[in-house]
């Protein structure tokens, strides 16, 4: 396998991920907007508010907010401040890029990834129940570790782009619609 045909297959299968996890994170988005509805709802019509309306808005918004980070990093939608950057000359740029994919990986494999699996698997043995749902509180932290994979996926994917000259600077709109092709 060459070089680049594997680098064709992680963008294959980065783009496969990426639509089902944007797919997932419609679907969790409508259900925290209905639960958030629910419980407004329940609270001033019924008189009081369903007990796991709260639980399942919280379990939600954690998941939403990580996988879509996830989501806004790889299509190079998150904030980022360039301006520095941008004026150094072709070569330092390039240095800075890659340091900052290095940085990015490392953070996402070492906190998200092993440290998410650490705290979500001690979560699932030892670790309080969300009441409500019946949940154990690993499955809100197992939130990190699959978030971590896709910004390490992105990750990998940015820096062999930056180490063979090849990134774009973000638009993410640009992105998106590449990865739909």
Known sequence: ?????????LL?????L???LERILMVA????????????VSRYFLGEQSRWTEELARFLLVWVSLL????AYGIKGHLGL????QSMDPGARRVVRVAAHLLV??????VFVVGGIRLTLDQLHTGPELPALGLSKGFEYLAAPISGFFFALYGVEFLIESLWGREEPGDPVAHLEKDRT
């Open 18 to 20: 990426t639509r089902a």
């Open 68 to 71: 879509g980070a996830a989501v």
């Open 29 to 40: 988005v409508a259900a925290l907007t209905l639960d958030v509805l629910w419980g407004v």
């Open 12 to 16: 294959s299968l980065r783009a496969m």
């Open 1 to 9: 396998m060459t070089g680049i045909s594997g680098f064709a297959r």
């Open 105 to 110: 990986l490392f953070f996402s494999i070492s």
């Open 82 to 85: 360039d301006v520095l950057v």
